[in-house]
């Protein structure tokens, strides 16, 4: 069972960058999906969440209308688009997965039953 974060790398500022979270050993399909994000000397932050049929899809303020997560179940594949992009996001991106996170928790690392390895975003001109 694994997720594999891609797709990071530097970007200018009011670039934009997709990011990819493949699965393997198991379906997608099953699991609700969110991103995270964590910069030097700062905790795990919740970007982004997309529940099993897309219908759901929350976005942390500061990400709100730059950001856009979407999910191909057919081809097991989390993504992220980030577009207008800022040094302040500027993080190791993580992709995690859960069957039981509830939506008043959306933010809490302990719900998530599995994680990609991260994929680094560095916003700099």
């Known amino acids: 069972v694994q997720l594999q974060a891609s797709g990071g790398g530097l970007v200018q500022p009011g670039g934009s960058l997709r990011l990819s979270c493949a699965a393997s050993?198991?379906?997608?399909?099953?699991?609700?999906m969110s991103w995270f994000r964590e910069a030097p000397g700062k905790g795990r932050e919740w970007v982004s969440f997309?529940?099993?049929?897309?219908?759901?899809?929350p976005y942390a303020d500061s990400v709100n209308g730059r950001f856009t997560i979407s999910r191909d179940n057919a081809k097991n594949v989390l993504y992220l688009q980030m577009n207008s992009l800022k040094p302040e996001d500027t993080a190791v991106y993580y992709c995690?997965?859960?069957?039981?996170?509830?939506?008043?928790?959306?933010?809490?690392?302990?719900?998530?039953?599995?994680w990609g390895q991260g994929t680094q975003v560095t916003v700099s001109s």
């Open positions: 995690a997965a859960s069957q039981r996170v509830i939506t008043s928790a959306l933010a809490t690392t302990s719900m998530y039953d599995y």
């Open positions: 050993g198991f379906s997608l399909s099953n699991y609700d």
């Open positions: 997309i529940n099993v049929y897309g219908g759901y899809t």
